[in-house]
């Protein structure tokens, strides 16, 4: 992280957005295009799927290698319970405290659903980000789509 916060991932970094201009994007970028960059790079992290290979407890650098990058398949989670629900919550914020360095403070619980009919799993994540030195809140509210388990986010309302 930068001296002054929040900075563009690796991603952004190398991401040629118009390849016939010989002129490189500007950084720092907005502080909306960095929280929208955030976002989808969070998307991607929680849509990425660790394998099923068993890792040795004894090595603890695998541990938090790349090859542990997502979340684990949870196909066979019981959803419908509350039991399920917290621990889909509980693996979704160890996976953001592990591989988004520049999330604090992140809590995941279930969004209110104001519709009792509507399958779609909601969570509601919460974490603060260094931006211009100041601490800014990020909410996101996140759809666990119920047939392929994609997770989809946008900024909470």
């Known amino acids: ?20 201009s010989s002129i490189d994007r500007d950084f720092p970028l907005t502080r ?14 929680l849509n990425s799927r660790i ?14 290698s790349i090859l542990r990058y997502g979340l684990p398949d949870f196909s066979s989670m019981p959803f419908s319970s509350t039991d399920g629900q917290q621990v889909l919550c509980q693996r979704v914020k160890e996976t953001i405290q ?17 519709n009792p009919l509507d ?6 994540i919460k974490a603060t980000c260094m931006i211009d030195n100041n601490e800014q809140e990020l909410v996101m509210d996140s759809e666990v789509e119920p047939v392929s388990l994609g997770i989809k986010l946008s900024r909470a309302k």
Do not use: F
């Open 1 to 20: 992280m930068s001296e002054t916060g929040l900075v563009p991932s690796l991603m952004d970094k190398l991401t040629d957005s118009d390849p016939l």
């Open 98 to 114: 592990q591989y988004e360095p520049r999330l604090n403070y992140v809590s995941v619980v279930i969004a209110e659903d104001k």
């Open 51 to 64: 394998n099923w290979m068993t890792l040795s407890d004894e090595l603890r650098e695998i541990q938090t």
């Open 32 to 45: 909306h295009a960095l929280m929208d960059s955030l976002r989808r790079d969070l998307e991607s992290l």
């Open 119 to 124: 399958r779609i799993l909601k969570l509601r």
